[in-house]
């Protein structure tokens, strides 16, 4: 008796994706790629480096940040001179991204708000980690700030603007310039997939944003760790959050702990 042919299996049909999870206040900030933009980081640091820079041109030069120092340095060559110089290479380099990545001008201005909310939320792990470590280490781990000047110490706002400064161009350097740097380098170079390249340049960059702290400062492997630490997670947050949220945590950080070392 011939058998009779196995009729084909009906294809099973396909499971609909998986609604995404309700995160609660983080849902609206991890669907907002908008904050992550160039454009919408450079408006929404704008408070920040008017502070800053008003207070070097109007009050004193002398709260200038090493950051912003290193980065009139190493233009002087050019023939580039002055306060307003890093100014003009963080607008510069975020509005020439901006063009080069064709994002529309327009964004929602409830989008800053979202901002202000991450950098708050954000900045509290870094705040608790700088506890920890101090507490490991049992002393305190200080921040060089006002960097150019300590002896503006006592004067109250010298903290507040020279932390605008020391958080706005150490991301300029060590994150946007650097992070972004070896990202290329690990991708077209050694041939690693985006996720190993961001890891190979958060590891690296991290590494050499703490090494860039001993320089004039006593070496302390609490201190060396801390900003090692440190440096991952404001790579991290640069990578997948964005120069302008990464940026703002490092502000508010820096104020926040000069709060309380007493130093405001």
Not at 7 to 32: E, F
Not at 226 to 248: E, K, M, P
């Amino acid at each position: 008796m011939p058998k009779r042919p196995h009729a084909p299996k009906k294809p099973k049909p396909a499971r609909p994706p998986a609604a995404p999870k309700d995160l609660g206040v983080w849902s609206g900030i991890l669907r907002a790629p908008e904050a992550a933009r160039p454009w919408p980081s450079l408006v929404f640091l704008a408070p920040f480096l008017a502070l800053y820079t008003v207070g070097l041109l109007v009050l004193r030069p002398g709260w200038a940040a090493t950051a912003d120092l290193w980065l009139r340095r190493a233009m002087a060559p050019l023939g580039l001179t002055g306060e307003l110089v890093p100014v003009g290479i963080l607008v510069v380099v975020l509005l020439v991204w901006h063009l080069f990545r064709r994002d529309a001008w327009r964004f929602p201005p409830a989008l800053l708000g979202t901002m202000i909310i991450e950098t708050l939320l954000l900045a509290v792990p870094l705040i608790g980690l700088h506890g920890l470590f101090q507490a490991i280490a049992h002393s305190p781990i200080t921040l060089s700030i006002p960097a150019a000047a300590p002896e503006l110490d006592t004067d109250r706002l010298a903290p507040i603007v020279t932390s605008m400064g020391t958080g706005i161009y150490e991301e300029l350097i060590f994150r946007l310039m650097l992070v972004s740097l070896l990202i290329v380098l690990a991708r077209h170079f050694m041939g690693l997939q985006e996720d190993g390249a961001i890891v190979a340049a958060v590891l690296v960059a991290a590494g050499i944003f703490a090494g860039a702290h001993t320089i004039g400062n006593p070496f302390t492997w609490s201190a060396f760790l801390f900003r090692t630490a440190a440096g991952v997670y404001l790579s991290t947050l640069f990578a997948y959050r964005g120069f302008g949220v990464a940026a703002a945590v490092h502000c508010v950080f820096n104020v926040v702990i000069k709060v309380a070392a007493g130093g405001i």
